[in-house]
């Protein structure tokens, strides 16, 4: 994504994302720890990744 921030300026905005999915055999702390790892993995694989 690249905003115009001012008259003949821009800056460009990436984002890495980690995803993990809750069901019934885990509770919800493992759960966003598997995403927090994910999003770590993602950052570490370059920009603008999803894992």
């Not at 800056?11 to 019934?24: D, E, K, R």
């Not at 994910?38 to 603008?48: D, E, L, P, V, W």
């Amino acid at each position: 994504m690249i905003l115009q921030v001012q008259e003949n300026t821009q800056a460009s905005v990436t984002g890495s994302f980690g995803v993990a999915q809750l069901n019934a055999n885990t509770d919800v702390e493992t759960t966003i720890a598997e995403a927090d790892k994910a999003m770590y993995a993602a950052k570490a694989a370059g920009r603008n990744q999803v894992k």
